[in-house]
Each structure stands twice: as structure tokens, then as C-alpha cells.
């Protein structure tokens, strides 16, 4: 069975920093893409951050980037989205998501179950 | 960026009827990159087809796409009671994709 379990959410200041992590089983780690989107309370789904199978190439999308920064270790089955400079329209869930393929270009066939993420003073 | 349009907002049906929920890419999207989505409260989404009419593992046929370019289509034939939620268009075309903004099914 596919797993992504997804932690270090949190309450974090404006402006602070946040490490979420994801760990993956149940599936060939290093020949998937992995994803992280992010769905705000009550609102719909963003596609932030990309990584493919090898780690070779790296997504953002224009709202994270420069602030978040994605990297996996392929050895221990992990994915870590380091996320700096928060503001309060980060608060959002956190899903780690794997894709059908190696590559960016992939429908996305398995969810966590999100970490949650509060950006407030 | 492709902004994903989704219509109606919302659909009000009983079980047994068909849905027919739209979307439409700001600009051409292979029907090959294009993915829907079904998310229930407080649970994440879930893959009900992709590319341009592949139901995900364990989707049941009343689910289908169709469709091309600027105007998609998600339909189930018959409604059943599991099946109100909220539905996702997705284009995977560029990178990172874009969302729709979601149909939410409700029972009328």
C-alpha cells in the first residue's frame, strides 16, 4: 500500500521558517516524481513545489519562489520542503503527492494526508 | 500560468442522475495532460482519470473524461450517494500544473 506521510506543520510567526517532511512506502521511491500541494481552509489546490525521480530537477511555483526550497533523499524514502519567509497566505494544509511518472509532467495518483501549516502572530 | 475554469460552481442532482461538470484551460491543453480529481471534506483529493480518458486504479466506469482543448468534461452517468463531493480539474502540462477551482455535487 502507497504511503505519504507528511509532518512538521505547525504555528509558525510571520516571517519564520518551517521544515515540513514527507516519508514514502509501499512503492519504488526513487522512480516517482513527488509533489507538494497546498490547499488554503476552505479553498482549492496549488501545485507549489516539484521534484522528480532522481532530484535532478526542481519546481516552483511563482507565489513560493525564492522561499521554499524542495529536496529528497532517495536512500531513506524522504522528501523535505524547507519553507522560509512565511506569511499568513501560507496557512494552508500541506499535501505530499506522488505522481504517476518520473517526471513533471504527471497526473498525481497518491495523497498524504497533509500536515497542517498556521502562518499567524 | 493556465487558469483551469470550472463550471457550474455548484451542482444540485439526485442519486441516479448524470453530472456533467465542465472546465475550460485559458489556452489549449493536451487532453493528454489534463487529470480530475474527487475530494470529500477532510479527506485529501483522489485520481479518477487521466491523460485523455484513463480511469485511475479502481475507479468505477460510471466515472468518464472527454473532450479537447478549451472545453473538458467530467461525467458520471449515475449518481450514487459516495459520489457528492467536490470535484478538480488539473492541467500537468507546465510545471507546476494549475488547478480548477472545483464543482462541488451536492444532493438536491
Known amino acids: 500500500e502507497v504511503q505519504l506521510v507528511a509532518s512538521g506543520g505547525g504555528l509558525v510567526q510571520p516571517g519564520g521558517s518551517l521544515r515540513l517532511s514527507c516519508s514514502a512506502s509501499?512503492?519504488?521511491?526513487?522512480?516517482?516524481?513527488i509533489h507538494w500541494v497546498r490547499q488554503a481552509p476552505g479553498r482549492g489546490l496549488e501545485d507549489i513545489s516539484i521534484?522528480?525521480?532522481?532530484?535532478?530537477?526542481?519546481h516552483y511555483g511563482d507565489s513560493v519562489k525564492g522561499r521554499f526550497t524542495i529536496s529528497r533523499d532517495n536512500s531513506k524514502n524522504t522528501v523535505v520542503l524547507q519553507m522560509s519567509g512565511l506569511r499568513s497566505e501560507d496557512t494552508a494544509m500541506y499535501y505530499c503527492?506522488?505522481?504517476?511518472?518520473?517526471?513533471?509532467?504527471?497526473?498525481?495518483?497518491?495523497w498524504g494526508q497533509g500536515t497542517l501549516v498556521t502562518v499567524s502572530s | 500560468e493556465i487558469v483551469m475554469t470550472q463550471s457550474p460552481g455548484t451542482l444540485s442532482l439526485s442519486p441516479g442522475e448524470r453530472a456533467t461538470l465542465s472546465c475550460r484551460p485559458s489556452?489549449?491543453?493536451?487532453?493528454?495532460?489534463v487529470a480530475w480529481y474527487q475530494q470529500k471534506p477532510g479527506q485529501p483529493p483522489r485520481l479518477l482519470v487521466y491523460?485523455?480518458?484513463s480511469r485511475a486504479t479502481g475507479i468505477p466506469d460510471r466515472f468518464s473524461a472527454s473532450g479537447s482543448g478549451t472545453e473538458l468534461t467530467l461525467s458520471i452517468s449515475r449518481l450514487e450517494p459516495e459520489d457528492f463531493a467536490v470535484y478538480y480539474c488539473?492541467?500537468?502540462?507546465?510545471?507546476?500544473?494549475?488547478f480548477g477551482p472545483g464543482t462541488k455535487v451536492e444532493i438536491k
Open positions: 503527492v506522488k505522481g504517476k511518472y518520473p517526471g513533471s509532467g504527471s497526473p498525481l495518483d497518491h
Open positions: 509501499g512503492f519504488i521511491f526513487s522512480d516517482f516524481v
Open positions: 521534484i522528480t525521480s532522481n532530484g535532478g530537477r526542481t
Open positions: 489556452e489549449t491543453v493536451s487532453s493528454g495532460y
Open positions: 491523460g485523455a480518458s
Open positions: 488539473h492541467q500537468y502540462s507546465t510545471s507546476p500544473g494549475t
